[in-house]
């Protein structure tokens, strides 16, 4: 026998097929273990807290230009600052004391929006990060189904050429 039909040639096609399968199995294999991305969260999580980069603070009202400041004589000035001296610093006292209160109010409300601000950072972050592992875990469960998939399709193709070859 001669040319396609010489035993010799059909010996070297079949292993020269042989060759090409085992390669292509070689690759795919190596392609089914693949890391394509299931192991990664996106983007990684940090330990870090963000923080404002100015504090809170009161409007500062701007001031008016002070104008000329009267002149009163001392004659008039000193039986004036005897007689209103009480009822001033008991008025004085009196919106002292309401600033004092009010100011206090307001470091305790400052306080707790920020430890409340801290909280729902922290619960946002863990929330976060179980959603993140969750479909990390939906992505690994996909892919690695995919992969038994691939792995058996590959054992399916091999055994047909083998059927098929011999």
Do not use: C, H
């Amino acid at each position: 026998m001669t040319g396609a039909a010489d035993l010799g040639q059909i010996d070297l096609e079949q292993s020269s097929s042989a060759k090409q399968v085992q390669q292509a199995k070689a690759q795919s294999a190596k392609d089914i273990n693949k890391d394509y991305g299931e192991n990664n969260i996106f983007p990684s999580p940090s330990n870090e807290i963000l923080k404002a980069k100015k504090q809170l603070t009161i409007n500062q009202v701007p001031a008016a230009k002070a104008g000329k400041a009267p002149v009163v004589p001392s004659e008039i000035a000193a039986p004036l600052n005897q007689s209103l001296s009480p009822v001033l610093k008991e008025r004085i006292g009196s919106e002292q004391q309401k600033y004092i209160v009010g100011k206090n109010k307001f470091d305790k409300d400052t306080a707790k929006a920020r430890a409340d601000a801290d909280k729902e950072i922290a619960k946002q972050n863990k929330e976060t990060t179980q959603k993140q592992l969750q479909e990390q875990k939906l992505a690994k469960s996909e892919v690695t189904t995919a992969k038994q998939e691939w792995q058996n399709e590959l054992k399916t193709a091999e055994k047909q050429f083998q059927e098929q070859s011999f």
